[in-house]
């Protein structure tokens, strides 16, 4: 059996080009950058044309772009170094629908005695802005809000964002972890002081990640030790993944417009057709700007993990929710954040495309989707009682 794959926002393929081009540098070029010999130079080298390659898809300078190992360490990265460099501010910001890197090192924090506002979402999964800019105060080391929600795709107005956290002289860091590689970017035009990224959500492995600090933007190092990433990252370099992910933000840049056109297409057909033959199904996110490749459905009445299972027998791989959160019974704290009824958390499928999805695929899924809601419907109690009632 062929699987389908539409799990993209958990982790991606690693691109037949990226492999290519980091492979030499585990075997045969494996010097260390920072040795002063020709083998570790031209390793150097490469290590220097990753980082321009990951700036410009940014449209950052390649000076801004710190690597770490991945999006986590980067999300940790900003925010202690905020607190580090503004001692006396005691206050961080962010939302109750970021992803457990932010949210569990602010929680932590709070224990700590930092005060920590977690902004709302209404039902369509975006913020409120008054209620931000009530909430930003001169006691506020960092704002940090993702860039786009990896369970529903819903995109933050992040440029509206950073001009509140500006008048305040707050820090402001984004986790676009989910967005880098799918919708553009441009550091140059942007009020992001930090930018969190990670490798294996854009054809690149996992473990290599990478945070854009912007010229000026003051910092203190999460990892101490050597003088690597010009002081701001300990630890020697993960060469063959550093060169990898330089590759995979080249070919990002190049399927950009086949992202936003072609993937997106294929999402909104999935989202059309499978809304129109299932009852009761709604869209987490719907009604706010979204990523092109995502899709959330929620479905009344039946147990994301059950749908997971039959779609996983036909060869379907999708998540009920962040990677993180499959396999406990817990509805999503993201759809929890927005309001979603228990019945309809419990019951919601993220689908989640890359350039690699074909239309085929999507007709697959189309036509396997609906039995499997009905089946199960028609399987528990409440669905039962639910059909009935619809009918
Ligand atoms: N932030 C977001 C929005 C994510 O989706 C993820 C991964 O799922 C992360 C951070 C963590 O990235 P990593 O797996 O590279 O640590």
Known sequence: MKEIYVDNNATTRVDDAVFAEMRPYFCELYGNPSSMHFFGGQVQKKVDEARKR?????????????FTACGTESDNAAIR??????????????????????????RNLAKRGYRVTELNVDGAGQLDLQELKAAVDEDTAIVSLMYANNETGVV????????????????FHTDAVQ??????????????DMLSLSGHKLHAPKGIGALYLRKGVPFRPFLVGGHQEKNRRAGTENTASIIALGKACELAGTFMDDENCRVKALRDRLEKELTARIPHA??????????PNTLSLAFEFVEGEAILLLLSEKGICASSGSACTSG????????????????????????????????????????EL??????????????????????
């Open 156 to 171: 933050f107005p992040i440029e509206e964002i950073g001009a509140i956290v500006k008048e305040k002289g707050a820090l």
């Open 328 to 367: 406990s019974l817990e509805p999503s704290h993201v759809l929890r954040a927005m309001g979603v009824p228990f019945t309809c958390a419990h019951g919601s499928i993220r689908f989640s495309l890359s350039r690699y999805n074909t239309d085929a695929e999507i007709d697959l899924i189309i036509r």
């Open 179 to 192: 967005a880098v590689g799918k919708i553009p970017l441009n550091m140059a035009a942007s009020s992001i």
């Open 282 to 291: 709604r869209i987490n996110g719907g009604g706010a700007e979204r990523l």
């Open 54 to 66: 990951v700036a410009a898809l940014l449209g950052a300078s390649p000076d801004e772009i710190i």
């Open 370 to 391: 609906p039995p499997v809601i009905k089946r199960l419907r028609e399987m528990s109690p409440f669905g039962r009682e639910f059909l009935a009632a619809s009918n």
């Open 81 to 106: 170094s905020a607190i580090e460099v503004f001692p006396e501010r005691k206050h961080i910001i962010t939302s109750r629908v970021e992803h457990p890197a932010v949210l569990t090192l602010c």
